[in-house]
Every structure is written in structure tokens, then in C-alpha cells.
């Protein structure tokens, strides 16, 4: 069975523009939250989605938003990017939704801001 | 919310010696442990879990134990090899009505030398 895969892999964006990340979770999982990992804040939540509704949301501005497909396929959008976005950001997928069950991660996009 | 704290940051061991890593949680709802092992460049992967119902879960050189009363939970890895160096984090997952959060640990460094 194929793992959580992740496009693109490197991104290189500057100020102000805008970014797309897609997650394809593995084949069944219905579940798919996405991460944001930094030296200085470690691995922080940003959202889950399940039956193509976010379900939870962690503590990031409006500015980083969603979205699943039916196919449980899913996309995060950040706009008017900011030198702090700088980050690898990871989708994970799971089963059933919630976090009481392991999460399968994919090996992240990772974003650079000049 | 949830905080999950994580102690040491770094760990350095002999191979062959074992390593034990410590985390404390704040919210006693918190129901499911997971504990993951990143190498360098690559994704996080799940090593090992334990539920609030259960005390200790071992697998091969791996156990896990955890304290409900106490809030905390330790990873222990004996006999370690050279494979073993990464990084490591704890996780927390509580239930937030329908949907649930998986809060991290701020990761330890494990360095295995020869």
C-alpha cells in the first residue's frame, strides 16, 4: 500500500505571494490533518479534515486554510506569505477521524520564504 | 489546551546502554500516547503507542509506560544501536467533543555512539 505523499516536495516563494501544499493519504484513510514543523516550535497543529470538513483547528491566523476532497485527497493554502512561514510542513493520515489512532505522516513539503 | 512537555532535548548514550525519555501532560482527559521516531530528513514514524487504560506496553527493545496519576508518560529504549539515533517525540491526543487534538512534545535528540 502506497504511503502519504506529499507535492511538492521543495518550495521556494518569497513575501507576500501565496502557496499550495497537496496530501494524498494512504488508500482507505479518510482522515488528514496537517503540521507545521520548526526547529524553534517543533511540530504544531494546524487543522484536520474528515469527510471533507475541517474538524479542528489549531492556533495559526486565518491566513492558513484548507480543504479535502471526496477522493479524502487534500490541499493547505497559505496567503501572503510571511518569512516565519519558513517551515516543513507535514500531512498525516489516519482510519477514522480524531487522534485516538495512529497517524501516518508523509515526508512534508518544504517551504522556504526569501 | 493541552501541553505536553519533554525532557532531556538531547540524550547521548553508549550503544548497548539504555536511554529513557520523559514526558508530562497537563489535561487529564488525555487518552492515547503515541510516541514518534524522525530520523534525519525523513518523516515522523510511529514506534510504539499506549492507551490510558493500559499501564505499559513493551515491543522488542521498546516499552512505553504511563502514569495517569502522576500525568506522565517515558519511552524506553534498551540496548541501543547505532540505528537508534534520531529524533524522538511524545504526543497527547484529548478529546474536544466530536473532534480531538494531537498536541507534540518538543522532541528529544538521541545520539547513539560507538
Known amino acids: 500500500k502506497a504511503g502519504v505523499t506529499q507535492t511538492p516536495r521543495y518550495l521556494i516563494k518569497t513575501r507576500g505571494q501565496q502557496v499550495t501544499l497537496s496530501c494524498s493519504p494512504i488508500?482507505?484513510?479518510?482522515?488528514v490533518s496537517w503540521y507545521q514543523q520548526t526547529p524553534g516550535q517543533g511540530l504544531q497543529f494546524l487543522f484536520e479534515y474528515f469527510s471533507e470538513t475541517q474538524r479542528n483547528k489549531g492556533n495559526f491566523p486565518g491566513r492558513f486554510s484548507g480543504r479535502q476532497f471526496s477522493n479524502s485527497r487534500s490541499e493547505m493554502n497559505v496567503s501572503t506569505l510571511e518569512l516565519g512561514d519558513s517551515a516543513l510542513y507535514l500531512c498525516?493520515?489516519?482510519?477514522?477521524?480524531?487522534?485516538?489512532?495512529?497517524?501516518?505522516f508523509g515526508d512534508g513539503t518544504r517551504l522556504s520564504i526569501l | 489546551g493541552e501541553n505536553v512537555e519533554q525532557h532531556p532535548s538531547t540524550l547521548s548514550v553508549q550503544e548497548g546502554d539504555s536511554a529513557v525519555i520523559k514526558c508530562t501532560y497537563s489535561d487529564s482527559a488525555s487518552n492515547y500516547f503515541p510516541w514518534y521516531k524522525q530520523e534525519l530528513g525523513k518523516r515522523p514514524q510511529l514506534i510504539i503507542d499506549i492507551r490510558s487504560n493500559v499501564g505499559e506496553k513493551k515491543d522488542q527493545r521498546i516499552a512505553v509506560t504511563l502514569n495517569k496519576t502522576a500525568k506522565h508518560f517515558s519511552l524506553h529504549i534498551t540496548e541501543t544501536q547505532p540505528e537508534d539515533s534520531a529524533v524522538y517525540f511524545c504526543?497527547?491526543?484529548?478529546?474536544?467533543?466530536?473532534?480531538?487534538?494531537?498536541?507534540f512534545g518538543t522532541g528529544t535528540r538521541l545520539q547513539v555512539t560507538l
Open positions: 498525516a493520515s489516519s482510519l477514522g477521524q480524531g487522534f485516538d489512532q495512529p497517524q501516518h
Open positions: 488508500s482507505g484513510h479518510r482522515s
Open positions: 504526543a497527547a491526543s484529548y478529546p474536544t467533543g466530536t473532534a480531538s487534538k494531537l498536541t
